[in-house]
């Protein structure tokens, strides 16, 4: 009965061991473009825009792991057919000693409350960030940047999606209703 719930649940799912899926459903294989057994031995990063992003992601996620066990964010995925989307991720770690080890991650595709704006890796990076809540200080100390190159950013952001205002901007990266 598991297994059907699995294969059939209504949101991606996916079996990470070490960022490799090992085993995925019918819905995470339809948002990534395929079947689930395309999928099995696949590297994350392949899904990802690029491998810097794939990295630093990794990396801020892995800290949140160890601290509670748990990540999840909102960001920027890639299709097989090379097409960026918005994805809300969120993963629960089954290995706690070594967070990437083993787990289960759930994969929703936004990219229809959410279009894909032309960005850099690093004003993605500031996007996610500000629409996380933080303010340009703790963005800066998160990235290693100033908090005035992260207003630079997001002024281009605001500049980007039409926003004339963070909140807007806030909005509008986060898919809520203006």
């Given at each position: ?17 070490d ?44 800290k949140?792991?160890?601290a509670t ?16 989307f ?24 936004l ?20 629409a996380?809540g ?45």
């Amino acid at each position: 009965m598991s297994e059907i719930a699995f294969d059939n649940a209504p949101i991606g799912l996916a079996l990470l061991e070490d960022r490799i899926i090992r085993r995925c459903n019918l819905e995470f294989a339809g948002v990534f473009g395929g079947r689930p057994e395309t999928f099995i031995d696949t590297p994350m990063a392949a899904l990802y825009p690029s491998r810097a992003e794939f990295e630093s992601i990794g990396a801020r996620g892995l800290k949140v792991m160890r601290a509670t066990g748990h990540y999840r964010d909102e960001r920027i995925m890639r299709r097989r057919s090379g097409q960026l989307f918005w994805c809300r991720v969120r993963g629960q770690s089954l290995t706690p000693d070594d967070p990437f080890a083993r787990g289960v991650w759930s994969f929703a595709d936004l990219s229809h409350d959410r279009p894909v704006v032309a960005l850099t890796p690093r004003e993605r990076d500031v996007a996610i960030l500000t629409a996380r809540g933080l303010t340009s200080k703790e963005i800066g100390r998160d990235l290693g940047l100033s908090y005035r190159t992260i207003e630079v950013y997001r002024a281009r952001l605001l500049e980007k999606f039409g926003a004339r205002k963070l909140p807007e901007l806030v909005a509008k990266l986060t898919g809520m209703p203006l």
